[in-house]
């Protein structure tokens, strides 16, 4: 039951089912093994507090527990989270600078033994205060954090240095996985080749670069789940290896997403057999300038390079052929403190009238004596939907006069390139988890607070409204601060171009039921919810 | 012999380490590096993980220590770890040489299987129908990228099985070796086994067929039919095993080659090989297994050498190695 995507179209940021997929109205079946792909060779460890990557959270996640998540029966939803190990979810005290959160009892191991908020308290005292040689990628998540504490073997305390909406997104990150205090207190470094959680499925084998199977926990603590005997995940970085696997059902899915010509061909091929879910990503390519390099310090000619963009036109005709489709500002589109149309279309970049706003762009480049200029475009070697993007970018600045050559990079020489600013304009990516605009658009501070900001620029204006916006609690004033943070980073200074966001299409197997897109790879991937209607 | 062995290994040595220095040095001629990679994207500004990372990787060791750590780990057989997994690049690559040498023997074997006698055919009818034939094949083979022939075989299984069927059918995508469950592990190498050996065995049909010619010319051949003998024992006893010397070396060639060569076919059938290691250790810029699959692949090609060189004696008499 496939119908077009334009049908669905007008959700901005919503996860949109293409085809129906009524798992409230039937009650789920026990048993049967899950086999899905893994768009990836393989993990670089099961290390979640390590790793950045989601073949570790699609091998890893179904073996652990998190604290709070988002709602596995919701999990398109940007404001909602929910408890996995706690009772309840805290309302804040100390002027919701104090979360206090009460564990599960009875929870176990999967070695048998009992989870108490001591290894809750362990895990993130390893993930905000990492010691000494050990990688947390996510420490400066959780800036806000001042303590943890656990009074006792039920409770743990989350003491912020200040107020902020941010906290409980950030608490909610899928790779945030609860180990046991007794063997992180052995060795640090145990669960980067190891893996023993309390999670829906128990880990039985991984051979290299090929699967990782588990089997289901019975001992699981939400009660009926997982509804599935064993899962199976297979490695396969070829798209065409996928999409063959899910049409002849050597896999039942795949969790990543695939691009519109491989959703067109499976459907054409398998029929009924497939049903397609589909989500705007938050994850996007953000075209950054290197404000170290003329004339690019120059902010009229960044106005320039936003102003030759057609977003509105592009988007569409982009969404046939690659992976993007939702027009958007810094903020992910399906949240509540995301720019509306009109608010875009306020900033440069967004004009409704092209024309027009390519005459401006025009007019700037000749009065920062910059027409005709020659710039390199770097890019990362990924097709989808890097060099689309890249292509399309090239074409849109050729009709002000600029004469762009892309300059496609293995992924190690892109990162290098940035890392080093060495580059005139770069086409980098944001990609997040859990939907956390506070903390998400750190990417366009100054490099000197954030270093991950490829720009390099000095900008103490933009450190500022960034600071109000993060600490507002206010959800108007904190949306009214978001806006204008946005309008300066986009539009006064032109720091960086936002393109259309990723969208996210998963292809599933008709007898797979129960599993929910979101808007996040990274999210909903413990898969005790899956069932299978064969 | 022994002495000639021996002699042919220890001059191996200089070979295997002109290839680690040259391997070492482009390696780290690539920007970035496996940090880079695996934490560039998230760290969410945090500088130090990065760092982090190479002080644990020995990354920020000077170049003549690291190259230096990594030659004295290979004389000493003791590849590391990779950069990558953190798991030992012996057990990695143990992991996977099984999926890969059971390809390249299949090959082997159906390449030879085909070409030999084809080859022999082909040279013995010379200019008939059948040679052209044979030919056209041979060169359809070198023509086609195996790639390409896995990919449509892969399709057409697919789109065959659907019509015959209603269900679409492709072989396994993970491996099961062949003691655990035969019929899933063949009906999983075959495809890729055929798409490989025919190439291989086209390269070879051609070598036999110039090779059986030139030795079909030869004066002891003719010598040979003057003095009455049936051109079977002529053909299989005089021609045909002077005839296989060089293809004995592109055999060995082709097999070396295969080790570490299947880098897109495995990508096709999704076989967890040494080829599809080799280009994920590029990409991940882990120097460590990139470095020992070099290693692992020289010494494969110097030892399939030695064998070869050491076959010419049996095929022909009149060498002798001393």
């Known amino acids: ?534 | 012999m022994y002495r000639y062995v021996v002699t042919r290994l220890l001059l191996a040595v200089p070979t295997l380490v002109g290839a680690a220095a040259l391997v070492f040095v482009l390696m780290r001629l690539i920007p970035g590096d496996v940090c880079v990679i695996r934490l560039g994207a998230g760290s969410h500004g945090n500088p130090g993980a990065i760092e982090a990372c190479r002080q644990s990787l020995g990354l920020d060791n000077p170049l003549i220590v690291q190259f230096l750590d990594f030659l004295g780990n290979y004389f000493t057989f003791d590849f590391g770890t990779s950069m990558w997994s953190g798991r030992r690049v012996a057990h990695e690559i143990g992991s996977r040489l099984p999926v890969s040498l059971q390809i390249a023997l299949m090959a082997t074997v159906i390449a030879v299987l085909i070409a030999i006698p084809l080859g022999t055919i082909s040279a013995l009818k010379e200019n008939t129908w059948l040679d052209h034939i044979v030919r056209m094949v041979a060169i359809a083979g070198i023509a086609t990228p195996s790639f390409w022939l896995g990919i449509m075989s892969l399709v057409l299984v697919l789109d065959i099985t659907y019509l015959a069927t209603g269900k679409a059918w492709m072989p396994p995508i993970d491996y099961v070796p062949f003691w655990q469950d035969p019929l899933r592990n063949l009906s999983m190498v075959l495809l890729p086994a055929i798409t490989v050996g025919y190439r291989y065995s086209a390269v070879t049909m051609r070598m036999t067929r110039s090779a059986m010619l030139e030795v079909m010319r030869e004066d002891y051949i003719r010598t040979a039919r003057s003095k009455g003998l049936l051109e079977q024992i002529i053909v299989n006893r005089h021609a045909l095993k002077n005839a296989l010397l060089p293809v004995v070396t592109l055999i060995g060639i082709e097999f070396a080659f295969l080790i570490g060569g299947l880098v897109v076919t495995e990508q096709v059938f999704n076989l967890n090989g040494i080829g599809r290691l080799f280009v994920q250790s590029v990409q991940n810029q882990d120097n460590v297994m990139t470095q020992a699959l070099t290693m692992l692949v020289v010494t494969v090609f110097v030892l399939t050498n030695l064998v070869v060189d050491l076959l010419y004696a049996w095929l022909d008499p009149r060498i002798r190695y001393s």
């Open chain 1, 1 to 534: 039951m496939y119908l077009r995507t334009g049908l669905l179209a007008a959700g901005l940021g919503l996860a949109a089912t293409i085809a129906a997929v009524p798992a409230g109205a039937q009650t789920p079946k026990r048993g049967g093994t899950l086999v899905y792909m893994i768009p990836a060779d393989s993990p670089p460890s099961f290390d979640g507090h390590r790793e950045t990557t989601f073949a570790t959270v699609h091998a890893a996640a179904p073996f652990y527990s998190v604290l709070i998540r988002v709602p596995p029966d919701n999990p398109a939803s940007t404001t909602e989270y929910v408890c996995d190990l706690c009772t309840e979810m805290p309302k804040p005290t100390d002027d919701g600078k104090t979360y206090t959160f009460k564990i599960r009892p009875g929870v176990k191991f999967h070695d048998g033994s009992t989870l108490t908020a001591k290894d809750v308290g362990a895990s993130w005292q390893r993930i905000v205060f990492p010691p000494q040689g050990v990688t947390s990628a996510r420490v400066s998540y959780y800036a806000m954090v001042d303590k943890i504490e656990v009074p006792d073997d039920n409770t743990i305390v989350f003491k912020l240095k200040f107020a902020t909406s941010a906290f409980l997104p950030a608490l909610a990150d899928p790779f945030t996985w609860i180990y046991k205090k007794e063997i992180l207190d052995k060795d640090q470094h145990w669960y980067e080749k190891n893996i023993m959680g309390s999670g829906p499925f128990k880990f039985t084998s991984y051979d290299v670069g090929q699967a990782i199977k588990g089997a289901r926990n019975p001992d699981y603590y939400h009660k009926g789940q997982p509804y599935l005997d064993a899962i199976e995940g297979i490695f396969a970085d070829k798209q065409a290896v996928r999409v063959d696997a899910i049409r002849a059902d050597r896999a039942a899915m795949e969790f990543r997403g695939l691009p519109p010509s491989a959703r067109d061909s499976l459907v054409k091929e398998a029929g009924k057999d497939v049903v397609i879910q589909e989500s705007d990503w938050n994850c996007g390519n953000i075209i950054t300038p290197n404000h170290k390099k003329k004339p690019f310090d120059d902010v009229r000619v960044r106005r320039a390079l936003a102003l030759a963009i057609d977003q509105w036109a592009g988007a569409p005709a982009l969404s046939k052929i690659a992976t993007v489709k939702t027009v958007g500002g810094i903020v992910f589109p399906g949240s509540p403190l995301a720019a509306t149309k009109e608010e875009l279309q306020k900033m440069a970049g967004y004009w409704p009238d092209i024309e027009k706003s390519r005459a401006e762009a025009r007019r700037l480049l000749k009065e920062a004596g910059a027409e005709g200029l020659k710039f390199e475009l770097t890019n990362r070697n990924v097709d989808q939907p890097y060099k689309f993007v890249g292509t399309w970018l090239i074409g849109e600045w050729k009709k002000i006069g600029l004469n762009v050559e892309q300059k496609v990079v293995p992924t190690g020489p892109w990162f290098q390139a940035m890392r080093g600013g060495n580059f005139d304009v770069v086409v980098d990516a944001n990609c997040q988890s859990i939907v956390n605009p506070a903390l998400d658009t750190g990417k366009y501070l100054p490099k000197s607070i954030y270093p991950e900001s490829y720009g390099d620029y000095d900008d103490p204006k933009s450190a500022e409204l960034y600071n109000k916006m993060l600490r507002e609690s206010d959800p108007k004033a904190q949306r009214a601060a978001m806006r204008a943070y946005e309008t300066h980073t986009l539009d006064t200074m032109a720091h960086a171009i936002i393109t259309p966001y990723w969208f996210r299409i998963i292809p599933e197997r008709s007898y797979v039921k129960g599993w929910k897109i979101s808007p996040s790879h990274y999210l909903n991937q413990d898969l005790a919810n899956i069932w299978l209607d064969k």
